[in-house]
């Protein structure tokens, strides 16, 4: 057994290095013990590193990213994991686009509990002033994090408050920041913080924002954990407030209006209908599903979810980015300016629309207020990878033989390949179930393309959907 010992601080980067010389060498990752600081040491003892191999070993930079996240997990088998899915994408890269593969599920859930404990630590961090001796002044902290942290939490507070001195110290070690930059040590007691006066304002602050009619105690345990409201002043205000919350709600109610808005109504039957987290067993139920989706942020500020349209049974579906400000409005995909030169574009290209279910990768719209007007925002990355779900219930319950992405969101949601669209538009790639994929031009391109480029575009698109429709024919 090879044992790797690893630093208290820089575990990342010391890990990195070894993993490449062993992955070099395809070293099997059950060969290989990680010792952190704490490890005990081998009952047998341990064989030395070996030297470098003559293998090539390469990472994505998205892989590198999860992989540093789940560094400052406090898994003991987080370095075993990472290790192994080095080794394991050495030779099938792709599992690291499917979401659903087990490894990769577990990284996820890994970096996700890191990246909400740093969340933590730059929301509940309270300094406290300390004695300083020059111009700058001094502040330190204590702080207890759910993961070991320090390293990739205390940039930030650089960034932040780099016209003082401070120090945040924590279970794992201590930071401290001169200006110059952080530097780590060994973990040492809690150090004697002194009151401070600045932690009035906190309480003031939250004094304030405190609004009695939408306790949800559950929810504030949730986002606020008890194992922080020792070292947070304006916590021992909660008590209290929650105590004169039904008196403050009674006098909210006798100085509000007897009756709501004739609309009310309409807005609140979808937050009034209850979430089913069971599987959809046909296509109506997924759309209806669907109607209630709030799976991303997008739906709070689209009017409606937008789902698919056109033949269920129908061989081809062609799936585009996201709804426009006519599709939201509507409620059906394809019936802005885009979807009409697609739906005449597809007449020239003798593909009738009853030969299509047309959908969209995204089913709410996401915008930007412009005056009056909404203008249209692509979908970010978890937009797309949330709504995915939806786009994978639609293809299983209408089994296209081809299916036709209009554009580079569409083309992701697909095939989750983000390389340019140009060299791959009129080739066909695998989706993640495994059916062809036609890579084209979304409509909305050739509009907003120059008269002398447009022609151009909009031939290619009329070629890919008449190439669609011989192969669904």
């Not at 593909?351 to 995204?362: E, G, K, Q």
């Not at 293809?395 to 992405?405: G, K």
Request: with cysteine; hydrophobic share 40%.
């Amino acid at each position: 057994m090879i044992r790797v010992p690893l630093p208290r601080f820089g575990r990342f980067d010391a890990w990195r290095a070894a993993a490449r010389d062993l992955a070099s060498a395809r070293i099997p990752p059950e060969e290989v013990t990680w010792a952190d600081p704490d490890t005990p040491p081998d009952l047998f003892g341990a064989d030395p590193l070996p030297p470098p191999g003559n293998h090539p070993v390469t990472a994505t930079q998205d892989f590198l990213q999860l992989a540093r996240q789940v560094a400052s997990h406090s898994d003991p088998e987080r370095w075993s994991l990472l290790y192994a899915a080095l080794i394991r994408a050495q030779s099938d890269r792709r599992y690291l686009s499917n979401p659903a593969d087990p490894m990769l599920d577990r990284l996820t859930r890994l970096a996700k509990s890191v990246r909400r404990d740093i969340h933590k630590m730059h929301a509940f961090v309270r300094f406290h002033e300390l004695p300083s001796d020059g111009p700058r002044r001094s502040f330190g902290a204590w702080f207890e994090p759910e993961h070991p942290i320090l390293e990739a939490g205390t940039p930030f507070f650089a960034k932040r408050f780099a016209d003082m001195d401070w120090l945040i110290a924590t279970p794992e070690g201590t930071a401290r920041f001169t200006g110059a930059g952080i530097a780590y040590d060994d973990p040492a007691p809690r150090p004697d913080l002194p009151d401070d006066a600045n932690h009035v304002l906190w309480q003031t602050y939250f004094a304030n924002i405190f609004n009695p009619a939408r306790i949800k105690t559950n929810a504030m345990r949730s986002e606020m954990p008890k194992k922080y409201w020792k070292n947070l002043p304006e916590t021992r205000l909660i008590p209290e407030m929650l105590a004169d919350a039904p008196r403050r709600v009674q006098a909210m109610r006798d100085a509000g209006a007897s009756d709501a808005p004739a609309f009310a109504p309409k807005i609140t039957a979808r937050l009034r209908q209850q979430p089913d987290d069971s599987l959809p067993e046909t296509l109506d139920q997924a759309a209806s599903r669907a109607a209630r989706c709030t799976r991303c942020d997008l739906c709070h500020a689209a009017t409606q979810t937008v789902w698919g349209t056109g033949a269920p049974t129908a061989p081809l579906m062609i799936v585009g980015e996201a709804p426009g400000d006519h599709e939201d409005l509507q409620g059906k995909p394809f019936v802005g300016p885009a979807g009409q030169l697609l739906r005449r574009t597809m007449a020239e290209a003798d593909l009738p629309a009853d030969r299509a279910w047309l959908t969209n990768a995204v089913k709410h719209f996401r915008f930007t207020p412009r005056g009056k007007r909404r203008m249209h925002q692509t979908p970010d990355r978890p937009h797309i990878e949330h709504c995915r779900w939806w786009l994978d219930l639609e293809r299983r319950f209408t089994a296209p033989r081809l299916t036709l992405a209009l554009g580079a969101t569409a083309a992701f949601a697909l095939t989750g390949n983000r390389k340019p669209l140009t060299p791959r538009r009129g080739t066909i790639e695998p989706a993640f179930d495994g059916g062809p994929v036609l890579i084209t031009w979304h409509p909305s391109l050739i509009l907003r393309l120059p008269p002398d480029r447009a022609p151009a575009a909009l031939a290619e698109l009329r070629a890919d959907l008449t190439r669609a429709a011989e192969l669904t024919a």
